[in-house]
């Protein structure tokens, strides 16, 4: 089983890559995959700690309940800013 992770701005830059694949060992919460992403990614381990990384889940943003599935789209957006 397998989720498309997608990074964007700032969190693309800081792993070097848009775009990974990431076995998963079945489904997961998103609280259970935000571990694994700060194991795999321990760049983005303070971002996603401190709430400032948005997660969506094929294009719909997600809380740590939602259920993360084989074959989803996880997409991990920077905090916003601006006025």
């Not at 397998?2 to 079945?26: H, Q, S, T």
């Not at 995959?33 to 321990?42: A, F």
């Amino acid at each position: 089983m397998a989720v498309k992770l997608k990074f964007f701005a700032m969190l693309k830059g800081l792993i070097g890559r848009e775009e990974a694949e990431l076995e998963i060992p079945g489904e997961i919460s998103m609280a259970e995959l935000k571990t694994i992403i700060k194991r795999e990614y321990p760049v983005l381990a303070d971002l996603i700690d401190k709430r400032g990384v948005l997660v969506s889940v094929n294009q719909e943003f997600a809380g740590n309940e939602m259920t993360i599935k084989d074959g989803d789209e996880v997409a991990f957006l920077p905090p916003f800013s601006g006025g």
